[in-house]
């Protein structure tokens, strides 16, 4: 297997700034351990590279080519470096440097963790705290989506609940304030049927406007939910075109079911005792 080393560094931003610990990856080489962009493209790692997760960058102001001061915990000497990528990881936040750009750096390279396509279950070293398969990585993953389909499942039910008492309460609000309007319009001839569609097409209205606004608020929010997780996960989200329009269907399918009801209690509008209410 390959070995790397997970430690702690020191970064800051200026020369003179303060300075902050963050993990650091040091990889001996990049055949086990490869890198991606924000764009998910594989990026290989050259030496003096300095990668910097997407989330510790976020996190702290800094942008791809931006200067970064580092040095190793115990080593008096700061490295002045350029981010040469803004890396994904979902899991290992902080940096990721080559080993003889760590060396360099006056820092003392151990490594610790031994990476590797078989399970070696018998591997036996010291100095190493863990030994990491393919298939135990693969394992790890579906086990973390299986998790994470169970908490959307749960953020979709508890938004389609929320939904339906929004929609069902606009609605109770927005027939108690027409009861005069509709019981005029009945005193006019306007027939039950006629009053279903005014009803039925306004609300239809309100929703095409409420979904159309609500399109550009769905990936900030989404991205402000893992954003507020906390802890050392990053996220990549993205909102295909399939669902927005299922969730627009769904908001619609909810307001025509509520406006059925409603429309069901048209019927029992008295329109004397309507006027007189509101006069």
């Not at 039910?157 to 309007?181: G, H, P």
């Amino acid at each position: 297997g390959d070995l790397l080393m997970l430690d702690k560094i020191q970064v800051k931003k200026k020369e003179d700034g303060v300075s902050k610990n963050t993990n650091v990856t040091v990889l001996n080489n990049t055949d086990k351990y490869r890198l991606i962009d924000v764009n998910l493209k594989e990026y290989s790692l050259k030496e003096g590279d300095i990668a910097v997760s997407r989330r510790f960058a976020d996190q702290h102001g800094f942008k791809n080519g931006d200067t970064i001061y580092w040095k190793g915990i115990g080593s008096d000497k700061w490295i002045k470096s350029k981010i040469s990528l803004i890396n994904w990881n979902m899991s290992n936040q902080g940096l990721t440097i080559l080993k003889p750009t760590y060396i360099d750096g006056g820092g003392v390279y151990h490594g610790n963790v031994c990476l590797s396509d078989k399970n070696l279950k018998n591997y036996k070293n010291d100095n190493v705290s863990a030994v990491i398969s393919r298939n135990s990585r693969l394992d790890a993953w579906d086990n973390g989506v299986e998790i994470y389909e169970l908490i959307i499942l749960s953020f979709i039910v508890m938004a389609l609940i929320i939904m339906l008492i929004v929609i069902y309460n606009s609605a109770v609000l927005a027939f108690n304030e027409r009861n005069k309007e509709f019981a005029t319009l009945k005193v006019l001839g306007i027939k039950k049927r006629g009053l279903r569609k005014i009803m039925i097409s306004q609300n239809i209205w309100m929703t095409v406007v409420g979904g159309l606004l609500g399109i550009p608020l769905g990936k900030p929010v989404l991205n402000q939910m893992f954003v507020s997780n906390g802890g050392g996960q990053d996220f990549l989200t993205k909102i295909y075109l399939k669902s927005y329009f299922i969730s627009f269907i769904a908001v619609l399918i909810v307001s025509l079911i509520v406006n059925y009801i409603f429309t069901k209690k048209m019927k029992k509008i008295d329109m004397v005792e309507s006027m007189k209410a509101n006069e």
